[in-house]
């Protein structure tokens, strides 16, 4: 759809289609606000889509984004959404070579079945003991701050009282979760386990005196106050799709090629001009949402841009004939990759990746995770590839920032693939490689993206999949009253850099539109 011709005064106009934008325009235009949308790319959904990446193969994957966790069901049930995910009954399998033979930890099944996971691994139940202790205080945290992200932003103290556990606030908001881990865990592998939930997305080491592995890890284990990581029914892109329907149904105007060029503000109103195809145009409006990065919001309204963020991942799709076997025959593969498969992740292996990242190198042993999708949700496989018993695979590296593939990002990204999935082949009893299915054109189903091919493709500054370090979920100086205000009246962030971002949330596009309609204009 086109935006109107001419210049036309709206009560909104969001820059930017993705999740969060679309969010935004649902509300406001349900709560009867004027709403136009305006997204560069000739498609919505920004990283939460559902794409066919692969040359005549009917499989639809969630390309960027994959699970989900921070997604209120507020806003599900708000909006009408005509959406599902599904909870995964097996959290995690992390394969590992202990005393010359393969083993690993499966976590999930079940409560015993996990503690005799353990019991094997470590040969003691202390590990599991420690385990539960610590995830039932998480638990509590969740319990306690998620309800507040759809609220008017908590102040720092408030939100203390809120979580009203001064051990849990000690180690998850004042000390480096490292010294939390190393003071519970004494298993290098369960340590490891424990801190990946800490660097998603996020480049730290486990001290890192700046906390931002705490925030990635807060973010990681409050979602529904359970901190569960959920499978989307029909792909990231279903979410999406149902968004985009909520809001047009509710009149809300979807222009899509339709790219944001300047934001002009006098405080009461604001102009927005945009490009398409056939020249430029401007869109009136009394709020502008801003469904970008802090540094795209600052180039809109010719502010002085912040530093650069950076990403730190590999992100890479997998088609496959079969599950590969594993070296540890104990677990069977189609509960070991239905979870979150740890590859190379345990804590002094995480140490040394970060180290040589650090030092401007490649790491040695790169860390990913995997999982399937089509093992929770076959829905996403055409019917005879669901038949023939393909299956996806999506991998998430870390440990990778931008600066290592600013030399030669093909040569680079080629370099940590051929890595990772050594590490991974470490741990199969057949080669990845012979497990790949073909495209119709006889090539390995199988696509990586680095951070700067992220940043080309979606405008995620540096590749960062927060548009910059995550924010503590409380009011800190200038955040405002919702953690989407800016210096310009009238013109909200309302993307994964606002406070409370990150993730597929739909948080700061909820946000974005409680602040205009508390702002009382019709």
């Not at 203390?160 to 865990?185: H, K």
């Amino acid at each position: 759809m086109t935006a109107p011709e001419g210049t036309r005064t709206y009560d909104a106009v969001i820059v930017g289609g993705g999740h969060n934008g679309l969010v935004a325009a649902a509300y406001l235009a349900r709560a009867g606000r004027s709403v136009l949308v305006l997204e560069r790319l000739d498609h919505t959904g920004g990283a939460a889509v559902s794409t066919r990446p692969f040359t005549g193969v009917d499989a639809r994957l969630s390309r960027y984004s994959y699970l989900v966790s921070l997604l209120p069901r507020k806003i599900v049930r708000d909006l009408g959404l005509d959406f599902r995910r599904i909870t995964r009954t097996i959290s995690s399998y992390t394969p590992v070579e202990r005393d010359g033979r393969p083993t690993g930890l499966l976590v999930g099944g079940g409560g015993q079945r996990t503690r005799e996971a353990f019991a094997r691994l470590t040969g003691s139940g202390s590990e599991y003991r420690a385990w539960q202790r610590f995830y039932d205080m998480t638990g509590r945290v969740a319990r306690g701050v998620f309800p507040t992200l759809t609220e008017p932003l908590p102040t720092r103290g408030e939100l203390r009282r809120t979580i009203d556990d001064e051990e849990a606030w000690r180690t998850l908001f004042e000390e480096p979760l490292g010294v939390a881990v190393e003071e519970r865990f004494a298993d290098d592998l369960v340590r490891g386990v424990v801190l990946t939930d800490a660097l998603i997305g996020t480049f730290a080491d486990a001290h890192d005196p700046s906390l931002k592995q705490n925030r990635c890890f807060l973010y990681h284990v409050v979602g529904g106050g359970t901190g569960a990581w959920d499978v989307p029914v029909g792909g990231m892109g279903a979410l999406t799709d149902a968004l985009a329907d909520a809001a047009r149904a509710a009149g809300a105007v979807i222009a899509t090629g339709h790219e944001a060029v300047r934001v002009d503000t006098d405080g009461r109103t604001a102009e927005v001009t945009h490009r398409t195809a056939d020249g430029e145009g401007v869109a009136a409006a009394r709020h502008v949402l801003v469904n970008a990065s802090p540094r795209e919001l600052a180039r809109l309204t010719g502010d002085t841009p912040p530093p650069r963020a950076e990403g730190a991942q590999l992100k890479v799709n997998m088609l496959l004939k079969r599950l590969p076997r594993l070296r540890d025959t104990s677990v069977d593969p189609r509960e070991a990759f239905a979870g979150t498969f740890h590859i190379a992740e345990g804590y002094g292996q995480l140490a040394a990746a970060h180290a040589q990242a650090t030092a401007g190198e490649l790491p040695a042993v790169p860390p990913s995770e995997i999982y399937c999708h089509s093992l929770t949700d076959p829905t996403i496989l055409g019917p005879d590839l669901a038949a023939r018993g393909h299956q996806t695979l999506t991998l998430f590296g870390l440990h990778t920032p931008a600066r290592l593939f600013e030399r030669d990002n093909d040569a680079v990204r080629e370099e940590l693939l051929k890595s990772t999935l050594a590490q991974l082949d470490a741990h199969l009893a057949e080669p990845l490689a012979d497990c790949l299915a073909t495209d119709a054109d006889g090539r390995p189903c199988l696509e990586a993206r680095s951070p700067l091919d992220l940043e080309r493709d979606l405008g995620l500054p540096g590749g960062n999949i927060f548009h910059r370090d995550l924010s503590w979920p409380h009011a800190q100086e200038g955040t405002g009253r919702w953690g989407v205000e800016t210096r310009h009246a009238g013109v909200l962030l309302c993307g994964a850099g606002a406070v409370r971002g990150g993730g597929v949330s739909g948080v700061p596009g909820h946000n974005a539109a409680m602040a205009v309609l508390e702002a009382g204009e019709a």
